[in-house]
């Protein structure tokens, strides 16, 4: 799921969001107003710069939320309004933080702009809003850009979580700090930028910022040296789907089909076909070894390689991501 940000044309961008949360695409028009008087574009740079970042390190417990697959539930966090707290799944692929509408009455909000979302209902226009009132222990989000999505969206979103997922917290939360999971521990963590653990040394590589979607990718290689941009999506529940345009799974595509498996979204169904990874893909310390299981799928039009999903955050001791030193670490889990 991705959230633009534009200022007087409307846009739309498909999501493989992959297996098995659904995707919705959202394209907004900032209208003018005393936040952007002069509709001036407002990209999400410029957004992310207006959510002030953690001033002390906070420790979440992280909960896990049923996924339609039993090994890859995603993972979710407890999340406090006025009213009580509130359910959010993870999600670094979502642009934005998506909440259900019952939500609404608990938050105080400021409006930004108009969004349009494209689904199995067809166009809806909806707004785009400011909050202060979500926090997590001391931390306060504030100016988080938020949406509301009717009850029954949302429900059709998460449908395979079966529980009440009250939204989605977005790749906004990487604006908040440096962020780790603790995977075999179930936490996260948020720590200021000013604390970060991470160093520039041959044990992390670049946290690639892609702009237009508010998304975050890091480069990996194979052992034959061919290069790919894949991105970080907690929002997915098998560890690594490859995108059928792209030159790294065209090469996967070389052998023969092992299977294929489900694809749902909220505009409908589609199968993604299995192969056998017939070479490696590595990086500091994360390895998807040769003879591993690859999902490719020939419906995304991303101009990434492919994802990486929530498996590999639930089974690394630490992920650390920071956004402002634009690096991210893995603890070695290769072998």
């Given at each position: 799921m991705k959230v633009l940000l534009m200022s007087d044309r409307r846009i739309s961008s498909?999501?493989?969001?992959?297996?098995?949360?659904?995707?919705?695409?959202?394209?907004?028009?900032?209208?003018?107003?005393?936040e952007f008087p002069r509709r001036q574009?407002?990209?999400?740079?410029?957004?992310?710069?207006?959510?002030?970042?953690?001033?002390?390190?906070?420790?979440?417990?992280?909960?896990?939320?049923?996924?339609?697959?039993?090994?890859?539930?995603y993972a979710g966090i407890r999340v406090l309004t006025r009213n009580g707290s509130i359910l959010l799944l993870v999600d670094t692929g979502t642009s934005t933080t998506l909440l259900r509408e019952s939500i609404r009455p608990s938050l105080k909000l400021s409006k930004l702009s108009k969004t349009r979302i494209d689904g199995s209902n067809g166009d809806e226009t909806q707004s785009l809003y400011s909050t202060s009132s979500l926090r997590v222990g001391p931390l306060e989000f504030t100016n988080e850009t938020v949406a509301f999505l009717p009850d029954d969206q949302m429900d059709r979103l998460t449908r395979k979580s079966g529980r009440g997922v009250d939204g989605i917290l977005g790749a906004t939360l990487l604006s908040r700090g440096e962020i780790e999971f603790r995977g075999p521990e179930g936490e996260l963590v948020?720590?200021?930028?000013?604390?970060?653990?991470?160093?520039?040394?041959?044990?992390?590589?670049?946290?690639?910022?892609?702009?237009?979607?508010n998304a975050y990718a890091i480069p990996l290689r194979t052992e034959t040296g061919q290069g790919s941009r894949l991105l970080l999506?907690?929002?997915?529940?098998?560890?690594?789907?490859?995108?059928?345009?792209?030159?790294?799974?065209?090469?996967?595509?070389?052998?023969?089909?092992?299977?294929?498996?489900?694809?749902?979204?909220?505009?409908?169904?589609?199968?993604?076909?299995?192969?056998?990874?017939?070479?490696?893909?590595?990086?500091?310390?994360?390895?998807?070894?040769?003879?591993?299981?690859?999902?490719?799928?020939?419906?995304?039009?991303?101009?990434?390689?492919?994802?990486?999903g929530i498996p590999l955050f639930w089974r690394t001791p630490r992920i650390l991501l920071n956004r402002q030193a634009e690096l991210v670490t893995f603890t070695d889990i290769s072998g």
């Open positions: 498909r999501s493989f969001n992959f297996l098995y949360l659904p995707f919705i695409v959202v394209a907004v028009a900032i209208s003018g107003g005393c574009s407002s990209s999400w740079p410029q957004m992310n710069q207006r959510m002030p970042p953690a001033q002390e390190e906070v420790q979440i417990r992280l909960e896990k939320i049923p996924s339609g697959v039993k090994e890859s539930p948020i720590r200021p930028f000013d604390r970060s653990k991470i160093k520039a040394d041959d044990r992390s590589m670049p946290l690639i910022f892609i702009p237009k979607t999506d907690t929002g997915t529940n098998v560890e690594l789907i490859l995108d059928e345009q792209r030159p790294l799974a065209r090469r996967v595509m070389t052998t023969r089909p092992v299977g294929t498996r489900n694809y749902d979204s909220i505009s409908g169904s589609h199968q993604v076909r299995l192969f056998t990874l017939p070479f490696s893909i590595n990086g500091p310390g994360v390895t998807f070894p040769a003879g591993g299981i690859v999902c490719v799928d020939s419906q995304g039009n991303e101009p990434l390689d492919g994802i990486i």
